[in-house]
């Protein structure tokens, strides 16, 4: 067999074997409410759990029990968990600007990340873990619920295809009745109502999701300006963060209204888009509704859920750790696009903050 021949061969063997043994993903931190959704994929055979960071004894206690977890999972020093188990992968649930930390003890270990929405809470935070990234040549993901959506991956695909002619308005609703209303946990509402931890409140909780798809439906491109305005609906609860928030971004030709709330009478995550040639509105993760034109009438489509591995956050995270998934650079989860994430919540907070647009150099 030629070289190159060999070469190729050996790379494919590699991938098919490689997508066969199950990722040694370690779990850094227990206080995000998302952090169950790991330990109730058994189901799935691609990822292993092989150690689990908390320093919160009552955490330990509680997710030991829930999930009948070997009490030597557990480690209390990242550091010393990191260079025990020596996973491939480890995600992150803490709070928001804990990122960063597990970032820098991840990257030189050459350690893939994947952390939940959004990437960090400062634009300084961002760029240190992008410029790690890079440096250590590993993959930090991004984890939105959106990024399952096939109505979503639709929208973008008509748009791509010239059906909707060229973006002139996008709205992004997001939210729910409020963290402590639905009743999140103890630990998780601390980071929520925290504003060094998480960032704000419903402005960074759900506005990143506007921010996210629009930079995705963008294809990168950064608004001229944010302009954002805040509230307390519910001061009496979320005394130190905002429970309401609306965020302007606007391009050279098109603008985007993102509607961030905990004042929803029921949770909701859906976008709406129009163009030139028409409009797409994805009203849940598998229903479309759209009318392009030459159409008398809207139509409405049910839709398949996501195929493999994009029905799950972490079979997208074994896939590009073990090689078998290459993603888009501009892709919902990939850096490029929430690196502009950050920096659009960091100009939304800073608009609330002084009662003016700013502008994005």
């Not at 061969?9 to 952090?35: C, E, M, Q, Y």
């Not at 963290?179 to 109502?193: A, C, D, M, Y």
């Not at 040639?277 to 398949?304: F, H, M, S, V």
């Not at 919902?332 to 150099?361: G, H, P, W």
Request: glycine share 4%; hydrophobic share 45%; net charge negative.
């Amino acid at each position: 067999m030629k070289p190159i021949l060999l070469s190729i061969f050996l790379i494919l063997i590699s991938h098919i074997v490689s997508a066969d043994v199950p990722l040694r993903l370690a779990v850094a931190g227990l206080s995000h409410g998302h952090v169950d959704w790991v330990f109730n994929r058994k189901d799935k055979k691609d990822v292993a759990v092989i150690g689990i960071y908390e320093t919160n004894p009552q955490l330990i206690d509680h997710y030991a029990k829930r999930y009948q977890l070997d009490k030597t999972l557990f480690f209390t020093d990242l550091q010393e968990m990191l260079d025990e188990v020596k996973p491939d992968a480890v995600s992150a649930f803490g709070a928001i600007n804990e990122h960063i930390v597990v970032v820098r003890a991840c990257a030189p270990r050459q350690i893939h990340v994947m952390v939940e929405k959004p990437l960090a809470t400062t634009v300084a935070d961002a760029k240190e873990i992008k410029e790690l990234a890079e440096r250590y040549k590993i993959h930090v993901l991004t984890n939105f619920e959106t990024s399952w959506y096939e109505s979503n991956q639709q929208i973008k695909e008509i748009l791509e295809e010239g059906q909707l002619g060229e973006i002139r308005k996008v709205i992004v609703n997001d939210g729910h009745q409020g963290p402590k209303e639905i009743g999140v946990s103890k630990e998780f509402l601390e980071i929520l109502i925290d504003p060094a931890k998480n960032g704000a409140g419903a402005l960074v909780d759900f506005g990143c999701y506007g921010a996210n798809l629009m930079t995705w439906l963008m294809n990168g491109h950064r608004p001229l300006s944010v302009t954002a305005v805040i509230h307390q609906n519910k001061p009496h609860i979320y005394k130190n963060v905002d429970d309401e928030a609306t965020i302007v971004l606007q391009y050279p030709k098109a603008q985007c209204l993102i509607q961030a709330s905990w004042n929803w009478p029921f949770p909701r995550k859906d976008m709406e888009v129009y163009g030139t040639k028409g409009y797409a509105i994805a009203l849940d993760a598998t229903t479309l509704q759209q009318r392009l034109l030459g159409n008398n009438k809207e139509e409405r489509k049910e839709l398949p859920a996501r195929p493999a591995p994009f029905d799950d956050p972490f079979s997208v995270l074994a896939a590009v750790a073990n090689g078998s998934l290459i993603l888009n650079k501009l892709d919902l989860y990939e850096l490029t696009v929430n690196c502009i994430v950050v920096e659009i919540l960091d100009a939304a907070m800073q608009s609330a903050k002084q009662k003016r647009t700013v502008f994005l150099k």
